[in-house]
């Protein structure tokens, strides 16, 4: 199942930082997909930096409008909501829905030709196509 967090403006780095940490904190997640304008590189822009989740750093490239989880069940929506109250003060809506893709495609294919095989499952749906292979995702492993 798939939730969209959709801030009524769009987030800081901080408040970005502190939302995926208490996100994380949730059993229930499975991946969470930021989206939004990607931030210039070689700039002053106080929201292109790195951010520390989990205890590791992650370089920042979106000034973040929307936030997609894949979720377990719909328990889950209600712990969401409550850090989403804690963490963004200006307000939000969370809808329900279908956002992240799970399988791969034929403009998938077309992209990336041969090379489709090499990208793991996990990767498909969270990458921006524009952008290039060294910038498109970080994964951050759950230590169970």
């Known amino acids: 199942m798939d939730i969209e967090i959709f801030p009524h403006r769009l987030l800081s780095a901080d408040t970005t930082e502190s939302l995926l940490n208490a996100l994380?904190?949730?059993d229930g997640v499975k991946k969470i997909v930021l989206q939004g304008q990607r931030l210039p590189?070689?700039?002053?822009?106080?929201?292109?930096?790195?951010?520390?989740i989990k205890g590791e750093e992650v370089d920042l490239q979106v000034k973040t409008g929307r936030i997609f989880m894949e979720i377990e069940?719909?328990?889950?929506i209600d712990a969401v909501k409550l850090k989403c109250e804690d963490n963004i003060s200006f307000g939000f809506n969370i809808h329900v829905g279908t956002f992240i893709r799970k399988q791969k495609t034929v403009s998938d294919k077309i992209k990336y030709g041969v090379a489709l095989d090499d990208i793991p499952d996990e990767m498909v749906g969270l990458t921006d196509q524009n952008a290039q292979l060294s910038?498109?995702?970080?994964?951050?492993?759950?230590?169970?």
Not at 41 to 52: C, L, S
Not at 73 to 76: P, S, V, W, Y
């Open 24 to 26: 994380d904190e949730l």
């Open 41 to 52: 590189t070689g700039t002053n822009d106080p929201d292109h930096r790195v951010i520390n």
């Open 73 to 76: 069940d719909e328990e889950t």
């Open 135 to 144: 910038e498109r995702a970080t994964i951050l492993k759950r230590k169970e």
